[in-house]
């Protein structure tokens, strides 16, 4: 039998996956997997295992993971091996995601969107953690280098539209299915992988510490940024993804009571992030966020109320539409969540039928809130629930004293001491990167 058995039923998977792997003796082949698979993702179905030479075409979304109602399809655990650094007594350092501070209390019986930043904090002080660190940091610098990005293009007249970088997912997505794109990428690293460049290449040295003693691992709600830190060309900055269930796990198998944890803050450096960081972890906020920075970027001005709630772009449908118009620039908007759905405006786009500017792609339905290393206590993960991740993000936006990356003090003084402006010679060494075409993945002979 074919090492993909019952691939007429399910999802094949590759036993080197690096994001997943599938627990045989659970599965009753039911096929949800390769329903989702096909259906929101559009990667089941637009291949052939012949042509392939026997290997499955995963983007590591783990979309598949999160609906699998047996919890055969899970992610590849790498919390102990975290556990054993700590053990070993390296300097161990975290960054945490967005979506994660409003979903694990799920685990731990709280209501969905219940916002347990300090406690995680906490409990990874409490695990043997020496530094925690926000992604929203990250993600502030990321805002910092794409808007810059984008009003650079439009100026130069350069590849539009631009399509965010954020999801690894979606990046392999358009590197095996639709490389004639690649130029539409923005160039910019991923929010952990700015943040992860940042720890090892200028915390370090602040700190007279060698980047090989730090141990640096993302707790994020991803399967695919396991596959994206081992990606050739960001390799060594980040050195573990753990989802928010592993950390779930770990913090059960230690025997902590998450839920009385009093609440830490973030450790200085990287303890800082604006609320467009934050609503990062949701479908529409990286948009927002862009929108947010590129009008302070084009007027010089603080970005007004409607740009502090961009409803537009907000919600749970599938693809958004807006229009955006500051000074006498006018930018077309697209967000869409699902690599499908992002398939038929691709196709659009190729045809011609349709143009935009900018484009924010994530390949969960609802962004990385319902990401595959998400929370799976209340099963289905229903609109409902989504919602109540969402609007726990925009609620810890609102309340944020800077709402936008510029206002950030630690994103200043990075800037200041460190990488000069963006888009400067240092910014693109260290927070910029490049894609590959994979389309050949698609039509390889058996061995090769
Ligand atoms: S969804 Fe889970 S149980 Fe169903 S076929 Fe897929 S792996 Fe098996
Ligand atoms: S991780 Fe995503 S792309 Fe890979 S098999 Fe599962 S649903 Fe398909
Ligand atoms: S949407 Fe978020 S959680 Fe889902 S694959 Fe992309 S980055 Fe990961």
């Known amino acids: 039998m074919s090492k993909h058995m019952f691939s007429d039923i399910r999802v094949p998977i590759d036993e080197d996956n690096p994001s997943i792997k599938r627990i045989e003796e659970k599965c009753i082949k039911c096929g949800i997997c390769k329903g989702i698979c096909k259906g929101s993702l559009s990667v089941y179905g637009y291949y052939n295992l012949e042509n392939t030479g026997n290997r499955a075409i995963c983007i590591g979304c783990g979309q598949c993971s999160i609906s699998c109602p047996t919890n055969a399809i899970v992610e590849q655990y790498d919390y102990l091996k975290v556990k054993e650094e700590i053990k070993k007594g390296k300097i161990v350092i975290f960054q945490v995601a967005p979506a994660v501070r409003v979903s694990i209390g799920e685990e731990f019986g709280m209501e969905p969107g219940s916002i347990t930043i300090g406690k995680i904090v906490s409990a990874l002080k409490k695990l043997g953690v020496k530094y925690v ?7 502030d610098l990321t805002i910092m280098e794409e808007s810059s990005e984008l009003i650079k293009r439009i100026n130069d007249k350069d590849t539009l539209p631009m399509f965010t970088s954020c999801c690894p997912a979606w990046v392999k997505f358009v590197e095996i299915f639709y490389p004639e794109f690649l130029e539409n990428l923005s160039t910019c690293k991923s929010p952990i992988l700015m943040e992860g460049s940042m720890i090892k ?29 081992n990606r050739e060309e960001l390799k060594g900055d980040i050195d573990y993804v753990i989802t928010t269930r592993e950390f779930a796990r770990y913090i059960k198998e230690e025997n902590i009571n998450f839920k009385d944890l009093d609440d830490s803050s973030f450790d200085n450096l990287m303890q800082e992030g604006s609320g467009g960081g934050t609503i990062f972890g949701t ?9 947010r920075y590129a009008y302070k970027i084009l007027t010089g001005k603080d970005p007004s109320d409607n740009l502090l709630e961009f409803n537009d772009v907000r919600g749970l449908s599938n693809v958004k539409e807006a229009e955006l118009v500051i000074n006498d620039i006018k930018l077309k908007l697209a967000v869409i969540n699902g690599t499908g759905d992002a398939r038929k405006i691709l196709e659009k786009i190729k045809n011609k039928e349709v143009y935009y500017d900018f484009i924010e792609v994530m ?24 919602n109540k991740r969402s609007s726990s993000l925009y609620e810890i936006d609102k309340n944020n004293k800077s709402r936008v990356c510029y206002q950030n003090m630690d994103i200043i003084n990075i800037y200041n001491n460190f990488l000069n402006e963006p888009l400067s010679d240092v910014a693109y060494k260290y927070l910029h990167t490049t894609y590959i075409d994979r389309s050949n993945e698609l039509n390889k002979k058996e061995g090769i």
């Open 133 to 139: 660190f926000d992604t929203t940091f990250g993600a």
């Open 201 to 229: 290449n200028y915390f370090a040295k602040l700190k007279n510490i060698d980047r090989d003693d730090i141990i640096s691992v993302a707790l994020t709600p991803c399967t695919a940024k396991k596959y994206e830190i």
């Open 283 to 291: 479908s529409g906020g990286v948009m927002e966020s862009a929108c």
């Open 363 to 386: 390949a969960c339905e609802g962004g990385c809130i319902s990401g595959g290393g998400q929370p799976k206590v209340n099963m289905p993960i229903t609109p409902d629930i989504k």
